[in-house]
């Protein structure tokens, strides 16, 4: 099932997602449901907390990156960032943020402890667009987006994008979800 990807503004991205106990139908559903979002809107990173679920769990698919075809669909429950090592920059985007780019910089490789869509716990390295997109995606989970990290100057030319999204312009060719007006927001108030 296609779920609609929150936005920029929406509480959920800025919360702390909690651990999942392990993976029942209902997760392997919710597994299924964000691949099928993740691909239909051309992303290849996907956080819980972007299909409105606070919950510590991504899925990944590089294969349509260059030189990354062959690597397989992965989930990633539970991750915990054991050490990173190297520093690159990288232009990032996010389904969250649609129609806004920017450089990051952020470590070029780490150790990851994290649990698969079996719940089997894993420790292994990850470099180059996995270490990218990963640590995009666990960011999520701890109510950071990309566009914390930017460089101030960088920051600055978006903010124009960012404000025009809280207030409701979005420009998504995906189905999004708009948070619900908070009770003391002038939207909500009919005069
Ligand atoms: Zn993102």
Do not use: W
């Not at 990051?104 to 667009?129: N, Q």
């Amino acid at each position: 099932m296609i779920l609609p990807i929150t936005i920029y503004s929406d509480d959920i991205l800025r919360q702390r997602s909690k651990p999942l106990k392990g993976v029942d139908s209902a997760i392997e559903a919710l597994i299924a449901s964000m691949f099928e979002s993740m691909r239909n809107a051309s992303g290849i990173g996907l956080a819980a907390p972007q299909v409105g679920q606070s919950l510590r769990l991504v899925v990944l698919d590089i294969s349509c990156v260059k030189n990354y075809e062959q690597e397989k669909p992965m989930v990633v429950i539970n991750p915990h960032v054991i050490s990173v090592k190297g520093s690159c920059s990288m232009e990032e985007g996010c389904l969250s943020v649609p129609g806004v780019q920017g450089d990051v910089v952020r470590p070029s490789a780490i150790m990851l402890k994290y649990r698969d869509e079996h719940f089997v716990e894993h420790v292994a390295e990850f470099s180059g667009m996995f270490a990218r997109v990963l640590q995009h995606e666990i960011d999520h989970l701890d109510g950071t987006l990309f566009v914390d990290r930017v460089q101030k100057r960088d920051r600055r030319k978006m903010q124009k994008e960012l404000l025009a999204m809280t207030s409701g312009v979005i420009h998504a060719d995906y189905p999004v979800v708009f948070p619900p007006a908070k009770p003391n927001s002038p939207n909500s108030n009919p005069m």
